[in-house]
């Protein structure tokens, strides 16, 4: 048997970028070899293994055909005779499609390492249809890639569109699909991943709402950027540049929903676009089955991150209400994402990338001065049940006042 390295590990190694996690296809073997070699199965009827003690995968080079709709709607076939070739075309991309072997000497049948100088992600064969999530993996890659000067391939391009319309990407499972969307976001630079989806046609099919923010303009005082999705982008890219982490990038994503919904005569005003934007959120939350705190983070934003712009205005009641709202006291972590999610949005607007959001510090200091009331003095005063909770309540307006009083001054 022979086995190479393939895959991911082959073109960052190339790439100069540090390999994570390396995959590995045998050529010449069969079931039983692996297996009297001490390899662990990873399925009951798919030929990967895991290595005995490093545990990295081990794939018997296969062919693949699709035989119906969605992942799991293909046969393959794995034998001693399919060769490295065979198992090379079967991938998406060409800079996905070289293998390795343990001497360095690289096998490129489909020149994975022109297309890597010249920074194009192209597929490799029509059967790069064959997995609508191969839509979204080459906006991921172009979104981790788009700082080396990566984009995709025009042809690429014209079969993601293709694969859009097809209704494949309506087969993809929530998993799968957050899968990567979540690995996607966290790229250097997410805006890229929502770029192609858009052009291809897949975020239309994806994210409607998102799709529909695109040509919905807003105040131009505000937003000098005045296009809804192109401010998105910016507050996405923001996010990035501030390492935020992934609750607060998928709440960035989906803050101004709401936006997309206003009828064109109010445009470009958006009244109440934060609380019209929640069943949206909702919508694309469950669609993907985003994790809780994503979930959460993104609907709290939606609903307050005018808010957070607004923090100096509000009444002492108003902030009350807010902090209470995101339950500060339990949940301090949650409040300093909703802040960074706010100054993310501040942010992302043409020309104010660099501007100072005092609103952040003023946020941090009312959640603080909310803190610092106690609740055991008003026990001993006998307070119990829904009336502790209100004296409660009342002791944090005052102290409220208090620090906007302090802060005035
Ligand atoms: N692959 C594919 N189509 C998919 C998933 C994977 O063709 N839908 C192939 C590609 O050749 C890919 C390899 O399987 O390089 C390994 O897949 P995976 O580990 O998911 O991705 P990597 O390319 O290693 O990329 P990453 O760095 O993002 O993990």
Redesign the pocket.
């Known amino acids: 048997m022979q086995i190479y390295k ?4 082959v ?2 190694r190339l790439l100069g970028k540090p390999v994570t ?1 390396i ?1 590995w296809v045998v050529v010449g073997a069969t079931t039983e070899e692996m297996l009297a070699k001490g390899f662990r199965p990873v399925g009951a009827d798919f030929p990967v293994f895991l290595h005995p003690k490093s545990g990295e995968e081990y794939a018997l080079a296969r062919t693949e055909r699709k035989s119906g709709r969605g992942y799991g709607g293909f046969t393959f076939h794995a034998s001693p005779e399919v060769t490295l070739e065979e198992d090379l075309i ?3 991309l060409t800079i ?2 070289m293998a390795e072997d343990d001497q360095q000497n690289l096998t490129d049948p489909y020149h994975g390492q022109r297309d890597l100088e010249a920074r194009l992600l192209r597929h490799i064969s029509p059967a790069f249809a064959e ?1 609508p ?2 839509v979204l ?1 080459v906006a ?1 890659f172009a979104a981790r890639y788009a700082g080396l000067g990566f984009s995709v391939a025009p042809e690429t391009l014209e079969l993601m569109r293709q694969l859009s319309e097809s209704g494949e990407l309506e087969a993809l499972t929530a998993e799968r699909s957050w899968k990567e969307i979540s ?1 996607a976001l966290m790229e250097d630079q997410p805006q890229v991943f929502i770029e192609v989806l858009r052009e291809c046609g897949a975020l239309k099919v994806l994210m409607p709402e998102v799709d529909a923010l695109f040509g919905v303009p807003q105040p131009e005082a505000h937003h000098p950027e005045i296009d809804t999705g192109v401010h998105t982008l910016s507050v996405l890219e923001q996010a990035a540049k501030h390492k935020q982490p992934l609750t607060v990038r998928w709440a960035c994503l989906l803050h101004d929903l709401g936006k997309g919904l206003t009828p064109e005569e109010e445009w470009p005003r958006h009244i109440a676009h934060e609380h019209k934007g929640l069943k949206l959120i909702k919508a694309v939350n469950e669609r993907f089955k985003a994790p809780k705190d994503c979930q959460e983070l993104a609907l709290l934003v939606g609903e307050y991150h005018t808010h957070g712009h607004r923090a100096l205005e509000l009444k002492p009641s108003t902030l009350l209400e807010l902090l209470q709202s995101f339950d500060v006291y339990r949940r301090p972590q949650r409040f300093e994402e909703f802040i960074a999610a706010c100054e993310m949005d501040a942010r992302g607007r043409k020309g104010l990338e660099q501007r100072s959001y005092p609103q952040a510090e003023y946020l941090r200091g009312a959640a603080n001065a909310a803190r610092t009331v106690a609740v055991q003095p008003l026990l001993e005063k006998g307070f119990k049940g829904p009336e502790l909770g209100e004296a409660i309540k009342r002791e944090r307006l005052k102290a409220l006042k208090a620090y906007k009083e302090a802060a005035a001054a």
């Open positions: 393939v895959g991911g590990a073109r960052d996690d995959d079967r991938r998406d996905n499609a997995d999530l191969r993996r991921r690995r």
